[in-house]
């Protein structure tokens, strides 16, 4: 039912590889859906599914067992599994595995390995209770030992963590350094002393999210890469993570527009279908051009990483722009299924709880803005370069 002003892939071979995904999804996620979302338990058999699929190494380097598919692949593939559920298509993606390029052999092969295959998974542990936007207030920290590293630290809101086998932490080393003195760390959830406290959340049932206590030892070989370069590593994987975040906003944003219009067309009021009336029409208008402005915006930001251009804010204004879009369609889906837009047997009320996540995580459209006024120089220069 999708609209061709949206067919914005460039070869036949993009459009291929969303067929197969759209496929995977609808095989694989739509019937696991109902069941993850009731329960809020991951259905961790999705994860060798994908990786038979080769969604879980797409963009990872073909030198560390990856696919080395460009981050426009990884944009459709996230897009078409958060149509069919965002909150299953979060546990699917692989962006922050090109982090295995600053491991050893060693955690390359421990956890790397297994995670290609679908056995085991990690998570991001950035975020502290006061430290999310404000990432350098954080007081967690990793001390040398005898041995290797004493890390004490509470990461808050933490993706995947209830069941993951392995996290990315990054804690300080050297407090004063500040912006260097952060360094990364592979900890594996079975060391004594990590535990993980499920929280509940307003959307994305079927994504599991924990707070994380690590009061523990470690050795050495822990640290991943070279301490002091956490902040710069964050930042390396949250400009891919930008642009996936905006197609998971995408794929909700298209979800909630495809029901609607489904919507308007079946249901009749005052003796026509409710898509004949013009309030309606120029509704669903509105929220194609909405959808199609982030998709828009998703592609160029996909295009300009594969291309190398970082640190342009395109990928900030992309993920401004989807995840308020998402917001701004499932609400305007909401009124269009009217009253029953509030029962829970229909899917727009988790097209609009799972949403609502989007602009306050992975940088909040605050920080976004704010970067983008920093990375663009709309402050010292005087228009758009005329
Ligand atoms: C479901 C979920 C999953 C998450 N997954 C992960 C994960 O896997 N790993 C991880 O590390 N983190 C994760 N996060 C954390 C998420 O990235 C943070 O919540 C987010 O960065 C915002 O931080 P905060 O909640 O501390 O808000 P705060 O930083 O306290 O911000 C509060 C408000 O103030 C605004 N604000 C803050 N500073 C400024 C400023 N300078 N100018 C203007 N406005 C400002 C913000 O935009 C926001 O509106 C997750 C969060 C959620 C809810």
Redesign the pocket.
């Given at each position: 039912m999708t609209s061709v002003v949206l067919d914005l892939d460039d070869t036949d071979e993009q459009r291929a590889f969303r067929s197969s995904v759209r496929a995977f999804a609808k095989r694989e996620l739509a019937p696991r859906s109902d069941e993850a979302e009731a329960t809020g338990k991951y259905p961790r058999e999705l994860l060798k599914k994908a990786a038979d699929q080769g969604l879980i190494g797409l963009t990872l380097a073909e030198e560390l067992g990856g696919l080395g598919a460009g981050v426009r692949y990884q944009a459709i593939a996230t897009e078409e599994l958060a149509y069919v559920c965002a909150g299953l298509a979060t546990g699917l993606n692989g962006l922050g595995l090109n982090l295995f390029k600053y491991a050893s052999q060693e955690q390359r092969d421990r956890y790397l390995v297994p995670t290609l295959a679908g056995e085991c998974t990690g998570?991001?542990?950035?975020?502290e209770p006061d430290?999310?936007?404000?990432v350098l207030n954080m007081s967690g920290r990793a001390v040398r030992t005898a041995d290797g590293w004493r890390i004490t630290a509470n990461?808050?809101?933490?993706?995947?963590?209830p069941f993951a086998e392995y996290l990315f932490v990054v804690v300080y080393t050297d407090k004063e350094a500040r912006r260097n003195g952060l360094s990364a760390f592979l900890v594996d959830t079975s060391t004594p002393g990590v535990t993980v406290e499920k929280m509940d959340?307003l959307g994305?049932w079927s994504?599991e999210?924990g707070m994380v206590y690590l009061d523990c030892e470690l050795p050495a070989e822990a640290l991943l890469g070279e301490e002091g370069r956490g902040l710069e590593y964050v930042g390396e994987t949250l400009e891919l993570g930008r642009v996936n975040h905006a197609s998971r906003s995408l794929g909700v944003a298209r979800a909630a527009y495809d029901a609607a219009v489904a919507y308007a067309h079946d249901r009749s009021t005052f003796g026509r279908p409710i898509n004949q009336h013009q309030a309606i029409q120029f509704k669903l208008a509105r929220m194609l051009t909405t959808v199609r402005s982030a998709a828009l915006h998703v592609r160029d930001a996909a295009v300009r990483v594969e291309q190398g251009q970082t640190t342009t804010g395109a990928t900030n204004m992309a993920k401004l722009v989807a995840s308020e879009a998402a917001v701004s369609v499932a609400t305007d889906a909401m009124q269009v299924f009217g009253g029953m837009s509030y029962i829970m047997e229909t899917p727009v009320q988790r097209f609009l709880r799972d949403a609502f996540?989007y602009p306050?995580?992975?940088?909040?459209?605050?920080?976004q803005?704010?970067n983008i006024a920093r990375l663009t120089g709309i402050v010292s220069t005087t228009g758009c370069g005329h």
């Open positions: 998570s991001f542990a950035i975020t430290a999310g936007s404000d990461k808050m809101y933490i993706t995947k963590a959340k994305h994504m999210t996540l306050v995580s992975e940088g909040t459209s605050e920080i803005l704010r």
